[in-house]
């Protein structure tokens, strides 16, 4: 008994903290959002989080693109890793179908820009591989 509610309280602090790294996504400071999304990315990379992220998803989309969009270099770079394994979570279904669809024109235009940083343009390219061939519908 003891165990499994050591266990469920453990699990709420995780949801809590990850919880705390999406609204750090917003953050004025790029060092806060850099660490951000590297807590996420490992978060991500280490475990399953399908329903926690599933009714998170939106608003998860909407930082990602905001970092993609108005960080540099670094952040960039991260923000398309943690769009990858967002990606890799949701899975071929028509969750991970609507992030790949809703974020696939920003990810061309960074990897398209000259003035992009190598590693953001890098891992803008990884991204949209790893979508398209996880989530797209449309064959072509």
């Known amino acids: 008994g003891s165990e499994a509610a050591s266990e469920q309280c453990q699990e709420e602090e995780a949801e809590d903290r990850l919880k705390e790294h ?3 996504l917003l953050d004025k400071s790029a060092k806060t959002r850099q660490a951000a999304l ?5 978060a991500f990379s280490s475990k399953t989080l399908w329903e926690f992220l ?3 998803r939106l608003t998860l989309t909407d ?3 905001k970092c993609l969009k108005k960080g540099k270099g670094e952040e960039q770079a991260l923000a398309g890793t943690v769009l990858t394994l967002l990606c890799l979570q ?3 279904g028509p969750e991970g179908e609507e ?6 024109p920003l990810l061309i235009s960074i990897l398209t820009d000259s003035t992009a ?5 890098q891992s803008c390219a990884t991204a949209l591989g790893m979508c398209c061939y996880i989530a797209a519908a449309d064959l072509e």
């Open 38 to 42: 590297q807590s996420l990315r490992l």
């Open 63 to 65: 930082s990602l693109e």
């Open 22 to 24: 999406m609204d750090s």
């Open 54 to 56: 599933l009714e998170r």
């Open 90 to 92: 949701m899975g071929s």
């Open 99 to 104: 992030l790949f669809r809703s974020l696939k």
């Open 117 to 121: 940083s190598p590693t953001a343009r």
